[in-house]
């Protein structure tokens, strides 16, 4: 998925000189194509995140199409002031790309991890929000967002787990919930991010599931999800972020008074990674792994059926 | 009638501050004269479009002080004299905080150490556009509590922004004491010496000293970004306000406009 993000940066750089990179002293080994492609569009500008996204901001309004980069737990949480009065009060074309979302810098702790930036993000006006499950939403997400003329974050997180779709997405430009298997099942599995794969994984125990991506989170496509929802009996969100304000927040906002079926939000529960470890084994410290999910989810079914 | 005249310009300010009855005189008075001379002789603006690409920039990085501004804005017409007089009205545009949405207010600013970063950033555009914009960026002693005001100056160097002017206006107050008892900020001129900005200290009462800043500022291109500091009195022009930290507060009443505005016309 870096790759694919590099690039588009690329891509996107050498198509329109207005495209700068910033970044804020990251991305070692990352920006060595882009460097090399656009030297003169490239700019570190150190350990400082409220000035880069100032500059950013200052960049844009005289013309310019910044791409701020850091990590999530700096961009946008360190930086969450900037990019709401900065950048989207005044709805600049300035995008922010959150590299390791969620727990991926999992031994380096909770410094370095960002399981709140979707929800911050969601309640600031004006921000599109995007969170793609694999290279290719990846490749379609930047591309919206460099079509676009507002504010905009890319959320990216653990990037190595495979592809989800098996080519280029065509014709993606409404932000709709993308299939990614439909067979018009009880279950259905609204996944995003990394939470794409993990859904995949328990779908294939538990059967009877189909599964949708969302790539943008904001605007959130709702009648898209409406028409996926109708009649299922249960719907499962599926994220690495906090089950408060993410993609499960969005998603029970949608649902709430207009569906009438069992719903269970998969994500990060209300607390930080206090043990050191591994990636797996900080998702399993947040009951993220996949026999835990799927453990939860059949109880979930189970109680629904007993209930009825 | 001399344009951006001081004394008129704090007249329009204390008619602002009772319409709306408004606080934050006090830190508008301290840069009337600052703002003054920049509007008066050396910002390049085009009066029928304040957001002409290529106009000089005006940052007011320190937001409590907008209502002096508001004047300028005023006296070049990107402001209607009733805009002015139903100031914190409901419904209307002018907020006790610089905001970009008012045509010839470059940032929203009032949340202090933002407004430099983003002048930073368009004085890096103009640089990058080889164009000869300059950008004016005033912010407060007591901003420079904020450590995102050393972040962009340390970019100002790195980038080699000659064509940004930080104009410091030390009035030796903030919110709630003088910088001294809050946060002591030392000689604020070497501190920029440190960071590499070619600096001078003026008296920021002193129209004549600050036109040579201001000229010596935008005619020194030696890679190096500028600091004027100015020496400032918080409330300055009327006496019963001067060096008295209750007008970041404190409303006017009849008595208090009527005895300012006399003392403005030289009448008390």
Same mark, same amino acid.
């Given at each position: 998925m870096r790759d694919a993000f590099s690039n588009a940066l690329v891509a996107a750089a050498q198509k329109d000189p207005k495209v700068l990179l910033l970044t804020g002293d990251h991305g070692y080994a990352l920006f060595d194509?882009?460097?090399?492609? &656009?030297?003169? +569009?490239? *700019?570190?500008?150190?350990?400082?995140?409220?000035?880069?996204? %100032?500059? #950013?901001a200052g960049l844009a309004k005289a013309g310019f199409r910044p791409v701020?980069?850091?990590?999530?737990?700096?961009?946008?949480?360190?930086?969450?002031?900037?990019?709401?009065?900065?950048?989207?009060?005044?709805?600049?074309?300035?995008?922010?790309?959150?590299?390791?979302?969620?727990v991926v810098y999992a031994q380096l702790g909770t410094s370095h991890q960002s399981t709140e930036d979707i929800?911050?993000?969601?309640?600031?006006?004006?921000?599109?929000?995007?969170?793609?499950?694999?290279?290719?939403?990846?490749?379609? &997400?930047?591309? +919206?967002? *460099?079509?676009?003329?507002?504010?905009?974050?890319?959320?990216? %997180?653990? #990037?190595?787990?495979?592809?989800?779709?098996?080519?280029?997405?065509?014709?993606?430009?409404?932000?709709?919930?993308?299939?990614?298997?439909?067979?018009?099942?009880?279950?259905?599995?609204?996944?995003?991010?990394?939470?794409?794969?993990?859904?995949?994984?328990?779908?294939?125990?538990?059967?009877?599931?189909?599964?949708?991506?969302?790539p943008r989170i904001k605007p959130f496509p709702d009648e898209s999800l409406l028409r996926l929802a109708r009649g299922r009996e249960a719907i499962v969100t599926f994220e690495e972020h906090s089950v408060y304000g993410g993609l499960g927040g969005a998603v029970a906002e949608t649902l709430v008074g207009r569906y009438v079926g069992t719903f269970l939000r998969i994500g990060v529960p209300d607390q930080f990674s206090t043990l050191c470890g591994n990636y797996p084994f900080l998702m399993e410290s947040h009951g993220l792994g996949s026999a835990d999910v799927e453990s939860r989810i059949r109880k979930m079914l189970r109680e629904n059926v007993e209930y009825q | 009638m001399k344009r951006f005249d001081a004394t008129r310009l704090r007249k329009t300010i204390l008619d602002m501050a009772y319409a709306?009855?408004?606080?934050?005189?006090?830190?508008?008075?301290?840069?009337?004269?600052?703002?003054?001379?920049?509007?008066?002789?050396?910002?390049?603006?085009?009066?029928?479009?304040?957001?002409?690409?290529?106009?000089?920039?005006?940052?007011?990085?320190?937001?409590?002080?907008?209502?002096?501004?508001y004047a300028c804005l005023n006296e070049i017409g990107w402001l209607p004299d009733d805009e002015i007089a139903r100031y914190f009205g409901n419904g209307t545009r002018l907020k006790g905080l610089a905001d970009a949405h008012v045509p010839g207010v470059e940032v929203t600013a009032g949340s202090l150490g933002h407004g430099l970063s983003v002048g930073v950033?368009?004085?890096?555009?103009?640089?990058?556009?080889?164009?000869?914009?300059?950008?004016?960026?005033?912010?407060?002693d007591g901003e420079l509590n904020e450590g995102a005001i050393w972040e962009a100056a340390l970019f100002a160097a790195q980038f080699k922004l000659d064509n940004l002017a930080v104009i410091v206006d030390v009035n030796g107050f903030q919110a709630m004491g003088t910088t001294d008892e809050v946060i002591a900020l030392g000689d604020i001129e070497k501190k920029f010496a440190a960071f590499e900005f070619d600096t001078t200290t003026i008296d920021g009462h002193d129209e004549s000293a600050i036109?040579?800043?201001?000229?010596?500022?935008?005619?020194?291109?030696?890679?190096k970004p500028k600091a004027i500091i100015a020496k400032t009195v918080k409330g300055k022009g009327v006496s019963f306000m001067e060096n008295d930290n209750i007008w970041h507060y404190t409303r006017l009443n009849q008595e208090t406009y009527d005895s300012a505005v006399a003392e403005l016309r030289g009448e008390a």
């Open positions: 194509p882009f460097r090399k492609a &656009c030297p003169d +569009q490239y *700019m570190n500008c150190g350990i400082a995140e409220q000035n880069m996204v %100032g500059v #950013a701020v980069y850091g990590l999530a737990a700096f961009v946008p949480i360190r930086v969450l002031e900037q990019i709401k009065i900065d950048v989207c009060y005044e709805q600049l074309p300035v995008t922010f790309i959150g590299d390791g979302a969620g929800a911050a993000l969601r309640a600031v006006p004006h921000v599109s929000i995007y969170s793609p499950g694999d290279r290719f939403e990846l490749t379609s &997400c930047f591309e +919206q967002i *460099m079509e676009s003329s507002g504010p905009a974050y890319l959320r990216m %997180g653990k #990037a190595d787990l495979g592809d989800v779709h098996a080519g280029p997405l065509a014709n993606w430009t409404n932000g709709d919930l993308i299939p990614v298997t439909m067979s018009n099942a009880p279950y259905l599995f609204v996944a995003t991010g990394s939470g794409v794969k993990l859904a995949q994984k328990v779908a294939a125990a538990i059967g009877d599931v189909d599964i949708v991506s969302v | 709306g009855s408004t606080v934050h005189i006090g830190c508008a008075f301290s840069i009337v004269e600052l703002l003054a001379v920049l509007y008066r002789n050396h910002l390049r603006f085009d009066a029928t479009d304040a957001r002409s690409p290529s106009r000089d920039y005006m940052v007011l990085s320190k937001g409590h002080g907008v209502m002096a501004q950033g368009m004085a890096l555009a103009a640089k990058r556009e080889r164009t000869d914009q300059t950008c004016y960026a005033l912010v407060g036109d040579s800043a201001y000229a010596d500022a935008r005619s020194r291109k030696n890679g």
